[in-house]
Every structure is written in structure tokens, then in C-alpha cells.
Nanobody
Framework: QVQVAESGGGLVQAGGSLRLSCAASGRTFSMVTMGWFRQAPGKEREFVGSIFWSGGSTSYADSVKGRFTISRDDAKNTVYLQMNSLKPEDTAVYYC????????????WGQGTQVTVSS
């Protein structure tokens, strides 16, 4: 089993930056992909971006491309979501998720961390 935990959320002003962390534990050797998702009040959960542990290939939603960057630290089993040029519409609960070998979808989810961007 893999466990993931997000941290780093908070309140920032529009145009500001915030860095979220997602620490993985457990059977981390089985992890293939880490993803970031977010859910705003009254809206469905949406994909933000992802990264492959092997090779570090990333993918981003159009809404955050150019502003958000996902990176990884293998030694710490941690992935990061660097958010720059934040907009009020980025306000949401951000979730980290992990997909392990043998799974077609993300099989482990964190508890979420609140990001609020004021205007």
C-alpha cells in the first residue's frame, strides 16, 4: 500500500505563488505516476497535472500550463506542485494521487489541502 499526504496549502493573493508538497510512503517502489487534482466549491474534481517517476515526464491541464510546474524528489519520495501567477479561479482543495503498477487509474489519494487565492 502507498499513502500520500499533501501539505503547503494556504491563502495567497492573486499573482502570488505557492508550493504544495505530496509525501509518499509505504510501497513507494510500486509507484508509477503522481497526479495533482483540484476541486473548487460547487464544481467537479479536475485534473491539474501529473508526473512519471521514471523519466519525470509531465502533463498539465491547459488552465495551468505555463503557471504550474510539477517536480519530484526521489530521495524524499515527494512530488511538488509549484504554483505561480495564481488566480482566484485557482481556489480549490488540491489533492495528490498516486498510481501504482497494476492499476489503470489512480489508486491512492491524499486528504487534500486548501488553496485560497484572494483578489
Amino acid at each position: 500500500q502507498v499513502q500520500v499526504a499533501e501539505s503547503g496549502g494556504g491563502l495567497v493573493q492573486a499573482g502570488g505563488s505557492l508550493r504544495l508538497s505530496c509525501a509518499a510512503s509505504g510501497r513507494t517502489f510500486s509507484m508509477v505516476t503522481m497526479g495533482w487534482f483540484r476541486q473548487a466549491p460547487g464544481k467537479e474534481r479536475e485534473f491539474v497535472g501529473s508526473i512519471f517517476w521514471s523519466g519525470g515526464s509531465t502533463s498539465y491541464a491547459d488552465s495551468v500550463k505555463g503557471r504550474f510546474t510539477i517536480s519530484r524528489d526521489d530521495a524524499k519520495n515527494t512530488v511538488y506542485l509549484q504554483m505561480n501567477s495564481l488566480k482566484p479561479e485557482d481556489t480549490a482543495v488540491y489533492y495528490c494521487a498516486s498510481r501504482s503498477r497494476g492499476y489503470a487509474t489512480y489508486n491512492t489519494w491524499g486528504q487534500g489541502t486548501q488553496v485560497t487565492v484572494s483578489s
